[in-house]
C-alpha cells in the first residue's frame, strides 16, 4: 500500500515537473516571439523614420556625411517649400479625383463580374472565368503599346480618361477575389429573392452587396492604394505638369544637375500619410475581407 501511494506520488510530481516544462518552453517560445517582432517592426520602420527624420532637416545636414537618423535641428520650412516649389495642391486634388474614380469604378464592376461567375449559370461559364484568371499572367509591358496606341487614337492622351477608364472594367485579381465570397452565400437567399420577383440585377444589389461589405472594402482598400501610388500609368499619358498626380509630381524636385532631399522628403511624407491612415482605421475590415473570402471551387 505504502508503496503503491509513494508510486503515486512520484507520477504526480513528474507530471508537474513535465507540466512546468512545457510552460517555461511555451513562455521562452512568445519571449523569442516578441523579441522577433519588435525587431522585425524597428527594422520596417527604418526607412519611415529616415524619411521623416530628413524631411525636418535642413538642406546641409540632409546631404551631409555621415548621415544622421535623428535631425539634429528640426526645421519645418521644407513643407513650407513644398508648396512654393511645385504647385503640389494641384498634385493632390488630381490624384484624388482619379484615385476616388478608379475606386470606384473597380469595386463596382469587379463586383459585379465577379458576382455573375458564381451565381449565374450558363454555357462557357467557366472556360470564360479561367480565360479571366490567364490575363493575370499577361505582363503588362506586353500590351503597354497597344493599349497607348488605342487611348491615342480615342484622343486621350494628356487625359485623366486613360487613368480613370479602365477601372470599370473590372480587376482579374479583384473579381476572382468577389466571385469566392460570393459562392459561400447560401443560394437559398437566391430562390427566395427570386420567389418574390427579383430580378438578377436586385438580387445582386439588394441582397448580395450587404452581405460581401468586408470584401468590397478590401477591394477599395486594395484599389485605392494602387491608384494613389501609380506611377506608371501617369508617367506615360500625362504631359502637362498642371495634370500631374503626387506620384509623378515629386520626381519634379529632381533637377538635372541637384536634388532637393528635404523638400522631396517632406513631399513624399505628405504622400504616404492618407495610406497609413487609411490602412490604420480599415485593417480591421482588410484582414476580415480576407480572411472570409474562402477559397471554395
Keep these: 500500500m505504502a508503496k503503491t501511494v509513494l508510486n503515486t506520488s512520484v507520477s504526480e510530481q513528474s507530471l508537474q515537473s513535465i507540466q512546468a516544462s512545457k510552460k517555461a518552453s511555451k513562455r521562452l517560445d512568445r519571449i523569442v516571439s516578441y523579441i522577433l517582432l519588435v525587431f522585425m517592426s524597428i527594422l520596417f520602420l527604418l526607412p519611415f523614420i529616415w524619411l521623416i527624420g530628413t524631411s525636418l532637416k535642413p538642406e546641409a545636414e540632409a546631404i551631409s556625411y555621415p548621415p544622421s537618423l535623428i535631425p539634429k535641428e528640426v526645421d519645418w520650412k521644407n513643407y513650407a517649400e513644398v508648396f512654393e516649389l511645385v504647385p503640389f495642391l494641384k498634385f493632390y ?10 475606386v470606384v469604378g473597380t469595386v463596382f464592376s469587379s463586383a459585379l463580374v465577379g458576382y455573375g461567375f458564381a451565381r ?18 499577361l505582363p503588362s509591358q506586353v500590351t503597354m503599346i497597344p493599349v497607348y496606341l488605342i ?59 450587404p452581405l460581401v461589405v468586408p470584401s468590397l472594402l478590401t477591394v477599395a482598400i486594395l484599389s485605392f492604394m494602387g491608384s494613389w501610388n501609380d ?24 533637377g538635372q544637375n541637384t536634388m532637393l532631399w528635404g523638400p522631396m522628403m517632406a513631399a513624399s511624407t505628405m504622400v504616404i500619410t492618407p495610406l497609413v491612415v487609411l490602412f490604420f482605421f480599415a485593417q480591421k475590415y482588410f484582414v476580415q475581407g480576407i480572411a472570409t473570402s474562402g477559397l471554395k471551387g
Design 93 to 102: 486634388q488630381n490624384t484624388i479625383i482619379v484615385t476616388l474614380t478608379s
Design 120 to 137: 449565374i449559370n450558363g454555357k462557357g461559364r467557366n472556360f470564360w472565368f479561367m480565360m479571366l484568371l490567364a490575363t493575370m499572367m
Design 151 to 209: 487611348f491615342a487614337k480615342l484622343g486621350w492622351i494628356n487625359t485623366f480618361l486613360p487613368l480613370i477608364v479602365p477601372s470599370f472594367f473590372g480587376s482579374a485579381y479583384f473579381i476572382f477575389l468577389l466571385r469566392q465570397f460570393f459562392r459561400t452565400i447560401p443560394k437559398e437567399l437566391d430562390e427566395a429573392a427570386i420567389i418574390d420577383g427579383c430580378g438578377p440585377f436586385r438580387i445582386f444589389w439588394n441582397i448580395m452587396l
Design 231 to 254: 506611377f506608371f500609368g501617369p508617367l506615360i499619358y500625362l504631359n502637362d505638369t498642371s495634370k500631374f498626380t503626387l506620384s509623378l509630381g515629386i520626381q519634379t524636385f529632381k
